[in-house]
Protein backbone atom coordinates (compact mmCIF):
# COMPACT_ATOMS: atom_id res chain seq x y z
CA UNK A 1 0.00 0.00 0.00
CA UNK A 2 2.69 2.35 0.90
CA UNK A 3 4.64 1.78 -2.54
CA UNK A 4 1.75 2.95 -4.39
CA UNK A 5 0.01 -0.45 -5.10
CA UNK A 6 -3.30 0.81 -3.68
CA UNK A 7 -5.25 -2.91 -4.23
CA UNK A 8 -4.28 -6.10 -5.34
CA UNK A 9 -5.86 -9.77 -5.35
CA UNK A 10 -3.78 -13.12 -5.00
CA UNK A 11 -3.32 -16.49 -4.67
CA UNK A 12 -0.40 -17.43 -2.90
CA UNK A 13 1.01 -20.61 -1.79
CA UNK A 14 2.14 -20.24 2.42
CA UNK A 15 4.13 -22.10 4.36
CA UNK A 16 3.76 -22.09 8.18
CA UNK A 17 5.41 -23.74 10.85
CA UNK A 18 2.78 -24.85 12.73
CA UNK A 19 1.01 -27.62 14.26
CA UNK A 20 -1.06 -30.41 11.89
CA UNK A 21 -4.44 -30.78 11.93
CA UNK A 22 -7.35 -32.09 9.73
CA UNK A 23 -8.11 -28.18 8.81
CA UNK A 24 -4.09 -27.93 8.77
CA UNK A 25 -1.40 -28.31 6.35
CA UNK A 26 2.63 -26.71 6.63
CA UNK A 27 1.81 -25.56 3.39
CA UNK A 28 -1.48 -24.59 2.09
CA UNK A 29 -3.02 -22.10 -0.83
CA UNK A 30 -4.19 -17.86 0.17
CA UNK A 31 -6.92 -15.64 -1.71
CA UNK A 32 -5.32 -12.54 -0.46
CA UNK A 33 -6.78 -9.24 -0.45
CA UNK A 34 -5.32 -6.16 0.48
CA UNK A 35 -7.15 -2.44 -0.61
CA UNK A 36 -6.07 1.08 0.14
CA UNK A 37 -9.12 3.69 1.08
CA UNK A 38 -11.29 0.65 1.41
CA UNK A 39 -13.07 0.22 5.19
CA UNK A 40 -13.81 -3.07 7.09
CA UNK A 41 -17.56 -2.96 5.91
CA UNK A 42 -16.42 -2.72 2.10
CA UNK A 43 -13.93 -5.40 2.30
CA UNK A 44 -16.37 -7.95 4.30
CA UNK A 45 -18.86 -6.39 1.48
CA UNK A 46 -16.90 -7.64 -1.36
CA UNK A 47 -15.51 -11.00 0.58
CA UNK A 48 -18.95 -12.18 1.53
CA UNK A 49 -20.24 -11.53 -2.03
CA UNK A 50 -17.76 -13.60 -3.95
CA UNK A 51 -17.94 -16.06 -1.21
CA UNK A 52 -21.90 -16.12 -1.93
CA UNK A 53 -21.78 -16.15 -5.81
CA UNK A 54 -19.11 -19.30 -5.68
CA UNK A 55 -21.31 -21.03 -3.88
CA UNK A 56 -24.44 -20.20 -6.07
CA UNK A 57 -22.23 -20.87 -9.27
CA UNK A 58 -20.16 -24.18 -7.91
CA UNK A 59 -22.94 -26.01 -5.42
CA UNK A 60 -26.36 -24.06 -6.17
CA UNK A 61 -26.38 -23.08 -2.71
CA UNK A 62 -28.23 -19.66 -1.76
CA UNK A 63 -26.32 -18.53 1.61
CA UNK A 64 -28.05 -15.16 2.18
CA UNK A 65 -26.56 -12.12 4.22
CA UNK A 66 -24.33 -13.75 6.58
CA UNK A 67 -25.06 -12.96 10.40
CA UNK A 68 -22.52 -10.79 12.27
CA UNK A 69 -21.93 -11.83 16.51
CA UNK A 70 -19.60 -10.14 18.31
CA UNK A 71 -16.28 -12.46 20.02
CA UNK A 72 -17.43 -11.27 23.13
CA UNK A 73 -21.19 -13.23 22.23
CA UNK A 74 -19.71 -16.35 20.62
CA UNK A 75 -17.56 -16.88 23.27
CA UNK A 76 -20.21 -16.29 26.17
CA UNK A 77 -22.93 -18.88 24.17
CA UNK A 78 -20.74 -21.43 22.05
CA UNK A 79 -17.12 -21.05 24.01
CA UNK A 80 -15.39 -21.04 20.72
CA UNK A 81 -14.52 -17.71 18.32
CA UNK A 82 -15.46 -19.99 15.65
CA UNK A 83 -18.69 -21.19 16.38
CA UNK A 84 -21.01 -24.31 14.55
CA UNK A 85 -24.61 -22.68 14.85
CA UNK A 86 -25.80 -26.11 12.84
CA UNK A 87 -25.85 -27.21 16.46
CA UNK A 88 -29.24 -25.74 18.65
CA UNK A 89 -27.18 -26.13 22.01
CA UNK A 90 -25.45 -23.14 23.66
CA UNK A 91 -23.57 -22.12 26.81
CA UNK A 92 -25.40 -20.85 29.64
CA UNK A 93 -23.94 -18.69 32.23
CA UNK A 94 -25.31 -19.44 35.94
CA UNK A 95 -22.88 -17.31 37.92
CA UNK A 96 -25.55 -15.43 39.68
CA UNK A 97 -27.44 -18.87 40.96
CA UNK A 98 -24.11 -20.16 42.15
CA UNK A 99 -22.87 -17.08 43.90
CA UNK A 100 -24.16 -17.79 47.51
CA UNK A 101 -24.20 -21.93 47.73
CA UNK A 102 -21.98 -23.74 49.71
CA UNK A 103 -20.55 -25.71 46.80
CA UNK A 104 -17.30 -24.09 46.65
CA UNK A 105 -16.40 -26.00 43.40
CA UNK A 106 -19.06 -23.56 41.92
CA UNK A 107 -19.47 -20.53 44.08
CA UNK A 108 -15.59 -19.76 44.33
CA UNK A 109 -15.75 -19.39 40.39
CA UNK A 110 -19.31 -17.55 40.53
CA UNK A 111 -17.43 -14.82 42.97
CA UNK A 112 -14.47 -14.58 41.26
CA UNK A 113 -14.01 -11.84 38.10
CA UNK A 114 -11.84 -13.90 35.93
CA UNK A 115 -13.91 -17.04 36.02
CA UNK A 116 -17.33 -18.37 35.34
CA UNK A 117 -19.65 -20.95 36.27
CA UNK A 118 -21.63 -22.31 33.16
CA UNK A 119 -23.51 -25.10 31.58
CA UNK A 120 -24.61 -27.30 28.81
CA UNK A 121 -27.95 -28.73 28.54
CA UNK A 122 -27.95 -31.53 25.90
CA UNK A 123 -31.33 -32.73 24.56
CA UNK A 124 -31.64 -36.37 25.37
CA UNK A 125 -28.19 -37.01 26.75
CA UNK A 126 -30.09 -38.85 30.27
CA UNK A 127 -29.75 -41.59 27.66
CA UNK A 128 -26.12 -41.43 28.71
CA UNK A 129 -24.17 -44.25 30.55
CA UNK A 130 -21.89 -43.37 33.45
CA UNK A 131 -19.08 -44.60 31.28
CA UNK A 132 -19.78 -42.23 28.52
CA UNK A 133 -19.95 -39.78 30.67
CA UNK A 134 -16.61 -40.27 32.43
CA UNK A 135 -15.42 -40.45 28.82
CA UNK A 136 -16.46 -37.03 28.27
CA UNK A 137 -14.94 -36.17 31.46
CA UNK A 138 -11.42 -37.12 30.29
CA UNK A 139 -11.92 -35.42 26.98
CA UNK A 140 -13.03 -32.26 28.99
CA UNK A 141 -9.93 -32.33 30.79
CA UNK A 142 -7.48 -32.17 27.46
CA UNK A 143 -8.84 -28.62 27.56
CA UNK A 144 -8.12 -27.84 31.50
CA UNK A 145 -11.09 -28.56 32.98
CA UNK A 146 -10.45 -30.30 36.62
CA UNK A 147 -13.96 -32.17 35.90
CA UNK A 148 -17.35 -32.51 34.23
CA UNK A 149 -20.42 -32.42 36.90
CA UNK A 150 -23.65 -33.14 35.55
CA UNK A 151 -27.47 -33.41 36.44
CA UNK A 152 -29.67 -35.81 34.79
CA UNK A 153 -33.22 -34.97 34.35
CA UNK A 154 -35.60 -38.12 34.23
CA UNK A 155 -38.53 -36.43 35.92
CA UNK A 156 -39.01 -32.76 35.73
CA UNK A 157 -42.20 -32.79 37.68
CA UNK A 158 -41.22 -34.33 40.76
CA UNK A 159 -39.07 -31.86 41.42
CA UNK A 160 -35.61 -32.35 42.95
CA UNK A 161 -36.80 -36.24 43.16
CA UNK A 162 -36.51 -36.51 39.42
CA UNK A 163 -33.11 -35.60 39.48
CA UNK A 164 -30.16 -38.05 39.19
CA UNK A 165 -26.63 -36.42 39.96
CA UNK A 166 -23.48 -36.55 42.45
CA UNK A 167 -23.82 -32.72 43.21
CA UNK A 168 -28.03 -31.66 44.39
CA UNK A 169 -27.14 -32.38 47.61
CA UNK A 170 -24.66 -29.83 47.84
CA UNK A 171 -27.14 -26.84 47.18
CA UNK A 172 -30.06 -25.55 47.49
CA UNK A 173 -33.12 -27.17 45.79
CA UNK A 174 -34.57 -23.35 44.85
CA UNK A 175 -31.06 -22.66 43.16
CA UNK A 176 -31.15 -26.58 41.52
CA UNK A 177 -34.56 -25.55 40.24
CA UNK A 178 -33.81 -22.08 39.39
CA UNK A 179 -31.35 -23.30 37.17
CA UNK A 180 -33.82 -25.88 35.78
CA UNK A 181 -36.16 -23.30 35.04
CA UNK A 182 -32.96 -21.17 33.30
CA UNK A 183 -31.67 -24.25 30.88
CA UNK A 184 -35.36 -24.86 30.14
CA UNK A 185 -34.71 -28.50 31.11
CA UNK A 186 -37.33 -31.47 29.76
CA UNK A 187 -37.44 -34.80 30.62
CA UNK A 188 -34.39 -36.59 29.11
CA UNK A 189 -31.80 -33.89 29.04
CA UNK A 190 -28.34 -33.74 30.71
CA UNK A 191 -26.87 -30.58 32.34
CA UNK A 192 -23.23 -30.32 32.00
CA UNK A 193 -21.35 -27.92 34.14
CA UNK A 194 -17.89 -25.77 34.19
CA UNK A 195 -16.19 -24.03 36.83
CA UNK A 196 -13.27 -22.63 36.24
CA UNK A 197 -11.21 -19.83 34.86
CA UNK A 198 -13.24 -18.38 32.10
CA UNK A 199 -10.91 -19.29 29.42
CA UNK A 200 -10.95 -23.17 30.60
CA UNK A 201 -14.72 -23.39 30.84
CA UNK A 202 -15.81 -21.64 27.36
CA UNK A 203 -12.78 -24.18 25.72
CA UNK A 204 -13.57 -26.94 27.89
CA UNK A 205 -17.59 -26.58 27.08
CA UNK A 206 -17.11 -25.46 23.94
CA UNK A 207 -15.24 -28.88 22.85
CA UNK A 208 -17.48 -30.82 24.46
CA UNK A 209 -20.77 -29.64 22.54
CA UNK A 210 -19.11 -29.76 19.62
CA UNK A 211 -18.00 -33.48 20.43
CA UNK A 212 -21.95 -34.25 22.14
CA UNK A 213 -23.55 -33.43 18.60
CA UNK A 214 -21.15 -35.02 16.96
CA UNK A 215 -21.74 -38.18 19.07
CA UNK A 216 -25.37 -37.75 19.38
CA UNK A 217 -25.92 -36.88 15.61
CA UNK A 218 -27.35 -34.10 16.45
CA UNK A 219 -25.45 -31.71 13.71
CA UNK A 220 -27.70 -30.42 11.39
CA UNK A 221 -27.39 -30.38 7.63
CA UNK A 222 -26.78 -27.47 5.14
CA UNK A 223 -24.35 -24.50 5.73
CA UNK A 224 -23.99 -21.95 8.66
CA UNK A 225 -21.73 -19.03 7.58
CA UNK A 226 -21.51 -15.41 9.91
CA UNK A 227 -18.96 -12.97 10.25
CA UNK A 228 -17.36 -12.78 13.67
CA UNK A 229 -16.60 -9.43 15.13
CA UNK A 230 -15.44 -6.89 17.54
CA UNK A 231 -12.21 -8.93 18.93
CA UNK A 232 -10.10 -7.73 21.83
CA UNK A 233 -7.03 -5.93 20.98
CA UNK A 234 -4.98 -8.01 23.38
CA UNK A 235 -5.34 -11.10 25.85
CA UNK A 236 -2.98 -12.27 28.71
CA UNK A 237 -0.06 -15.46 28.25
CA UNK A 238 0.40 -17.70 30.82
CA UNK A 239 2.86 -15.12 32.61
CA UNK A 240 0.24 -12.51 32.78
CA UNK A 241 2.25 -10.34 29.92
CA UNK A 242 0.30 -8.91 27.24
CA UNK A 243 -0.09 -10.75 23.56
CA UNK A 244 -1.87 -9.29 20.43
CA UNK A 245 -4.84 -11.13 19.80
CA UNK A 246 -4.99 -11.54 15.86
CA UNK A 247 -1.14 -9.87 15.23
CA UNK A 248 0.48 -6.41 16.39
CA UNK A 249 -0.37 -4.93 13.44
CA UNK A 250 -4.09 -5.08 13.81
CA UNK A 251 -6.05 -1.45 14.43
CA UNK A 252 -7.41 -0.99 17.40
CA UNK A 253 -11.31 0.48 17.15
CA UNK A 254 -9.95 3.44 19.20
CA UNK A 255 -7.72 6.26 19.75
CA UNK A 256 -3.92 6.51 21.14
CA UNK A 257 -5.21 7.84 24.46
CA UNK A 258 -8.20 5.48 24.57
CA UNK A 259 -6.15 1.98 23.89
CA UNK A 260 -2.67 3.23 26.75
CA UNK A 261 -5.64 4.14 29.05
CA UNK A 262 -7.89 0.96 28.90
CA UNK A 263 -5.83 -1.41 26.77
CA UNK A 264 -7.90 -4.36 28.05
CA UNK A 265 -10.80 -3.01 27.58
CA UNK A 266 -9.85 -2.23 23.45
CA UNK A 267 -11.70 -3.49 20.57
CA UNK A 268 -9.71 -4.70 17.35
CA UNK A 269 -11.18 -4.08 13.47
CA UNK A 270 -10.66 -7.61 13.14
CA UNK A 271 -13.22 -9.69 11.33
CA UNK A 272 -13.56 -13.05 10.56
CA UNK A 273 -15.52 -15.35 7.94
CA UNK A 274 -16.64 -18.65 9.70
CA UNK A 275 -18.47 -22.09 7.66
CA UNK A 276 -19.79 -24.55 9.78
CA UNK A 277 -17.39 -24.57 12.63
CA UNK A 278 -14.49 -23.53 10.73
CA UNK A 279 -12.85 -20.52 9.71
CA UNK A 280 -12.45 -19.74 6.01
CA UNK A 281 -10.80 -16.24 6.29
CA UNK A 282 -9.61 -13.53 8.32
CA UNK A 283 -8.74 -10.15 8.10
CA UNK A 284 -8.79 -6.76 9.65
CA UNK A 285 -7.81 -2.89 9.19
CA UNK A 286 -4.39 -2.36 9.12
CA UNK A 287 -2.93 0.44 11.32
CA UNK A 288 -1.33 3.44 8.97
CA UNK A 289 -0.48 5.72 11.84
CA UNK A 290 2.75 5.80 13.30
CA UNK A 291 2.10 6.80 16.51
CA UNK A 292 -0.54 4.37 17.35
CA UNK A 293 1.91 1.82 15.93
CA UNK A 294 4.32 2.78 18.47
CA UNK A 295 1.86 2.81 21.23
CA UNK A 296 0.84 -1.05 20.26
CA UNK A 297 4.10 -1.87 20.80
CA UNK A 298 4.68 -0.14 23.88
CA UNK A 299 1.83 -2.24 25.26
CA UNK A 300 3.16 -5.75 24.01
CA UNK A 301 6.86 -4.27 25.60
CA UNK A 302 8.23 -3.86 22.46
CA UNK A 303 10.35 -0.46 23.25
CA UNK A 304 11.11 1.50 20.60
CA UNK A 305 14.68 0.03 20.22
CA UNK A 306 14.04 -3.02 19.09
CA UNK A 307 11.05 -2.05 17.42
CA UNK A 308 13.31 -0.10 15.08
CA UNK A 309 15.48 -3.14 14.79
CA UNK A 310 12.61 -5.48 13.90
CA UNK A 311 10.13 -3.09 12.36
CA UNK A 312 12.13 -0.14 11.09
CA UNK A 313 11.14 -0.20 7.67
CA UNK A 314 7.28 -0.55 8.63
CA UNK A 315 7.68 2.84 10.64
CA UNK A 316 9.95 4.76 8.19
CA UNK A 317 6.44 3.42 5.72
CA UNK A 318 3.97 5.06 8.58
CA UNK A 319 6.07 8.42 9.21
CA UNK A 320 6.68 9.10 5.63
CA UNK A 321 2.72 8.70 5.30
CA UNK A 322 0.22 5.35 5.08
CA UNK A 323 -2.76 5.52 3.32
CA UNK A 324 -5.09 3.74 5.39
CA UNK A 325 -6.17 -0.09 4.33
CA UNK A 326 -7.47 -3.15 5.05
CA UNK A 327 -7.78 -7.00 4.05
CA UNK A 328 -8.69 -10.45 4.30
CA UNK A 329 -6.99 -13.75 3.53
CA UNK A 330 -8.82 -16.67 2.55
CA UNK A 331 -7.26 -20.59 2.96
CA UNK A 332 -8.60 -21.97 -0.08
CA UNK A 333 -7.72 -25.63 0.52
CA UNK A 334 -10.08 -25.71 4.02
CA UNK A 335 -12.70 -23.56 1.49
CA UNK A 336 -12.53 -26.54 -0.85
CA UNK A 337 -12.64 -29.14 1.41
CA UNK A 338 -16.14 -28.04 3.36
CA UNK A 339 -17.45 -27.23 -0.25
CA UNK A 340 -16.87 -30.87 -1.30
CA UNK A 341 -17.39 -32.72 2.08
CA UNK A 342 -14.18 -33.71 2.80
CA UNK A 343 -12.85 -34.25 6.30
CA UNK A 344 -9.42 -33.32 6.01
CA UNK A 345 -7.55 -30.55 4.09
CA UNK A 346 -5.44 -33.70 2.90
CA UNK A 347 -8.35 -34.77 0.86
CA UNK A 348 -7.59 -31.88 -1.69
CA UNK A 349 -4.11 -31.06 -1.90
CA UNK A 350 -2.52 -32.56 -4.12
CA UNK A 351 0.74 -33.91 -2.79
CA UNK A 352 -0.33 -33.56 1.54
CA UNK A 353 2.37 -33.67 3.96
CA UNK A 354 2.07 -36.47 6.68
CA UNK A 355 1.87 -35.63 10.67
CA UNK A 356 5.89 -35.63 10.32
CA UNK A 357 5.36 -32.92 7.76
CA UNK A 358 6.91 -35.36 5.13
CA UNK A 359 5.84 -35.80 1.58
CA UNK A 360 5.00 -39.26 1.08
CA UNK A 361 5.29 -39.96 -2.49
CA UNK A 362 8.64 -37.94 -3.02
CA UNK A 363 10.18 -38.19 1.26
CA UNK A 364 10.44 -34.81 1.37
CA UNK A 365 12.37 -33.29 2.83
CA UNK A 366 15.31 -35.13 2.01
CA UNK A 367 19.34 -34.93 3.55
CA UNK A 368 21.45 -32.18 1.76
CA UNK A 369 24.18 -33.29 -0.27
CA UNK A 370 28.16 -32.04 0.91
CA UNK A 371 27.98 -30.57 -2.19
CA UNK A 372 25.05 -28.25 -1.75
CA UNK A 373 26.62 -27.09 1.08
CA UNK A 374 29.47 -25.95 -0.36
CA UNK A 375 28.07 -24.50 -2.85
CA UNK A 376 26.08 -22.14 -0.44
CA UNK A 377 29.10 -22.10 1.65
CA UNK A 378 27.98 -24.10 4.69
CA UNK A 379 29.03 -26.30 6.63
CA UNK A 380 27.11 -28.80 9.12
CA UNK A 381 27.52 -28.07 12.76
CA UNK A 382 27.48 -31.74 14.39
CA UNK A 383 26.71 -32.18 18.17
CA UNK A 384 27.89 -34.76 20.38
CA UNK A 385 25.37 -36.72 22.04
CA UNK A 386 26.04 -37.42 25.53
CA UNK A 387 27.16 -40.43 26.56
CA UNK A 388 24.49 -43.25 28.38
CA UNK A 389 24.42 -43.76 31.79
Not at 15 to 28: N, Y
Not at 372 to 383: K, Y
Amino acid sequence: MVSGFDRYYQIARCFRDEDLRADRQPEFTQIDIETAFLNAEEVMSITEGMVRSLFQEQLEVELGAFPRMTWADAMERYGSDKPDLRIAWELVSIDDLMAGVDFKVFSGPANDAGSRVAALKVPGGASLSRKEIDDYTDYVGVYGAKGLAWIKVNDRAAGIEGLQSPIIKFMPDETVLAMLDRLEAADGDILFFGADKRSVVNESLGALRLKVAADMDQIAEGWAPLWVVDFPMFERDERGGMTALHHPFTAPACSVDALQAEPEAALSQAYDMVLNGSEIGGGSVRIHDQAMQQAVFDLLGIDEAEAESKFGFLLSALRHGAPPHAGLAFGLDRLVMLMVGGQSIRDVIAFPKTQSAQCVMTEAPGDVSEQQLRGLSLRPRRTEQPAAD
